[in-house]
């Protein structure tokens, strides 16, 4: 059974650093792997897909990278901002009866200004 | 080209009442799936439903169910209804080919007491 784990569960961070968050999945049989965010109450906006055989993707701020040998996908985010303050999920995306996602609990993120 | 779009926003029942949530998919896209958000936790898959035929179940009762329609826009039913149906209800769209990227509406919140 496909388990996805986030970590840091939360992180508050200064207005303009640079942060790292890890996303772990237990199999390595993914078809690819996405990132969203999620404002209070929201629904999910996607930020970045990456496929099963890409290393990474970008975005203006955003880099992700997947690495399926070890199960481990990063979202860098650069120069952060307040606007930035939301809570990001990882899903894992299967294929196989019923194409659905398997989600990470999530990083609550806070940028202060 | 609109986005994926749900109803209602809110909605507050009594435990052992029906809700029918609705969902109108992105256009172009065949396939729509139902997740479960409880509060401070990841999404959690319910169902997929691909040209109006269920093609996906995750760990749910069948008091939950849905349908498909024809302009691939969707509902979800709930059957005596539980304090632990309390959650935000997603759905998602997508096409089912190539990237298979799914792109989510802003939910329904649903309060059962």
New interface residues.
């Given amino acids: 059974k496909q388990e ?1 784990t986030q970590i840091p569960a939360a992180l508050s961070v200064p207005e303009g650093e640079n942060l790292v968050l890890n996303c772990s999945f237990t199999d390595s049989a993914i ?2 792997l ?1 990132w ?1 965010r999620q404002d209070p ?6 930020l970045l ?1 990456i ?1 099963s055989s890409q290393r990474e993707q970008t975005s203006g701020r955003l880099n992700a990278s997947l690495d399926k040998s070890s199960g481990r996908s990063t979202l860098y985010i650069a120069a952060s901002q307040p606007g930035d303050s939301a809570t990001y ?1 990882c ?1 894992v ?1 299967l294929l ?11 990083t609550r993120l806070s940028v202060l200004p | 080209e609109t986005g994926v779009t749900q109803s209602p926003t809110h909605l507050i029942k009594t435990r052992g009442q029906q809700v029918t949530l609705r969902c109108s998919s992105q256009s172009g896209h065949n396939t729509v799936s139902w997740y479960q958000q409880a509060l401070g936790q990841g999404p959690q898959f319910i169902f997929q439903y691909y040209r109006e035929e269920e093609n996906g179940r995750g760990n749910f009762p069948p008091r939950f169910s849905g349908l498909q329609f024809p302009n691939y826009s969707s509902e979800l039913n709930v059957n005596a209804l539980e304090l632990d149906d309390s959650a935000l209800y997603l759905c998602a769209s997508s096409f089912l080919a190539g990237s298979y990227e799914q792109y989510f509406g802003p939910g329904t919140r649903l309060t059962v007491t």
């Fill in positions: 996805v078809y690819n996405q969203f109450g929201k629904g999910l906006t996607s897909l496929q999920l899903a995306h196989g009866y019923g194409q659905n996602f398997v989600f990470g609990p999530g």
